[in-house]
């Protein structure tokens, strides 16, 4: 049971925790300390220009993607569903 009433979805999570045994409270101290020392301090972001095959492969990938996003759309067909609304709601109209 937990030490203070809580209610609502709080309560319902605090109880799951309780029942699984997952303690609320997790203190590192000393070893959080000494991990946060020994890690590098984070830097300036490294960029570099791309080479020549490597802005080769981008622009054929972009152009892939662009074609295919272009073919698709010049050879879709339309939907059977999107054909048939306009129908549907003008002879359910005309019903009412």
């Not at 203070?4 to 959080?32: E, H, K, S, V, Y």
């Amino acid at each position: 049971m937990p030490s203070t009433p809580t209610g609502g979805l709080r309560g319902l999570w605090a109880d799951i925790a309780d029942d699984l045994d997952i303690p609320r409270n997790i203190t590192l101290g000393a070893a959080q300390h000494s991990l946060a020392e020994q890690l590098p301090l984070r830097t300036a972001g490294h960029s570099r220009d791309l080479d020549r095959d490597e802005k080769r492969g981008l622009w054929v990938f972009l152009g892939l993607l662009g074609g295919s996003w272009l073919l698709g759309g010049a050879l879709a067909t339309g939907s059977a569903f999107a054909e048939d609304a306009p129908a549907k709601q003008t002879s359910e109209a005309h019903k009412a």
